[in-house]
C-alpha cells in the first residue's frame, strides 16, 4: 500500500514553552507546518530547529495563519491542531484514517477537558451558541468547532475558503457542510493549555470570536463548486 501524506498545519503565536510538546507527538513521516504569526519568543527559530516547515504569516489573525498552512501544505490530507499543548497531534492518526477510508470527509475532534478550568465557562458557551447556530444554518449537527480537524487538501481548497479572523474554523464546517460533505466529530481529551489563549482567553475575546462567526454563518450559501466533493 501507498503510504498515506500528511501535512500537519500548527497555527503559532508565541508557543515557545508547547511546541517542543506538540511537535513531539505529530505522528512520524507526516509533516508538521508551524505558521508563525507574529511571535516574539522566538517561536519560530525553535519549531525550526525541531524540524518542523516554518512558515510567516504576518496578517494577524487565526484564519490567516491557518489558511496560509493549508497553502503551504502538499499532502493529499491535511490536518489543523492548535500548538498550545491542549490537544495531542498524535490523535490525528485516526482521523486521516477516517477521511482515507472513505467514512467521513471532514472530521472534527469535540474536545472533552481532562481538568477543571481546562476550558473556561465562557469559551464553552460561546462554543455551545455556535454549535446550534450551524444547525440552525446548515443542519450539521455538532457539540464543538474545535481547531482539530481532517480533510483532504484539494476538497479544502475548493472551498474557497474567505476568513482570515475566527471565522475560519466555522466557515470551513457551512462550506463543507453547503458542498454535500460528510462531517463527523469525535471526543478529544482537552488538556490545560501553556500559556493565555489569544482569542478566548476573555470574555472579550470569546465574544469577538462569536462576532467573527456570526457573520460567517450570515453569508449566503455558494453555488455548487466542481471538485468541492471530496
Known amino acids: ?26 505522528p512520524a513521516g507526516w509533516r508538521a507546518i508551524v505558521v508563525d504569526n507574529g511571535s516574539t519568543d522566538g ?3 525553535l519549531a525550526a530547529d525541531l524540524g518542523a516547515t516554518v512558515v510567516h504569516e504576518p496578517r494577524r489573525g487565526f484564519g490567516a495563519a491557518c489558511h496560509a498552512g493549508l497553502l503551504a501544505a502538499e499532502a493529499e490530507f491535511v490536518c489543523f491542531c492548535d500548538c498550545d499543548a491542549t490537544l495531542d497531534p498524535g490523535l490525528l492518526r485516526d482521523f486521516v484514517d477516517t477521511v482515507a477510508g472513505g467514512r467521513g470527509d471532514l472530521v472534527l475532534g469535540r474536545r472533552r477537558p481532562t481538568e477543571r478550568g481546562a476550558w473556561p465557562a465562557h469559551a ?3 462554543n455551545l451558541a455556535l454549535s446550534w447556530l450551524l444547525h ?9 468547532l474545535g481547531p482539530m480537524r481532517a480533510a483532504r487538501r ?13 471565522g475560519y474554523p466555522l466557515q470551513m464546517v457551512v462550506r463543507a457542510a453547503d458542498a454535500g460533505w460528510r462531517v463527523s466529530e469525535v471526543d478529544v481529551p482537552y488538556l490545560p493549555r501553556s500559556g493565555r489563549s489569544k482569542v ?4 472579550r475575546g470569546t465574544w469577538q470570536a462569536v462576532h467573527d462567526m456570526r457573520r460567517v454563518l450570515d453569508e449566503p450559501p455558494l453555488a455548487p463548486v466542481a471538485g468541492v466533493r471530496p
Open 200 to 203: 478566548t482567553g476573555t470574555w
Open 136 to 144: 440552525r444554518r446548515t443542519g450539521v449537527r455538532l457539540r464543538d
Open 1 to 26: 500500500m501507498t503510504p498515506l501524506t500528511v501535512d500537519v498545519v500548527l497555527p503559532c503565536l508565541d508557543e515557545a514553552e508547547a511546541l517542543p510538546w506538540v511537535l513531539g507527538r505529530v
Open 43 to 45: 517561536s519560530a527559530a
Open 154 to 166: 484539494e476538497a479544502l481548497l475548493g472551498l474557497g475558503l474567505t476568513d482570515r479572523r475566527s
Open 124 to 126: 464553552r458557551a460561546g
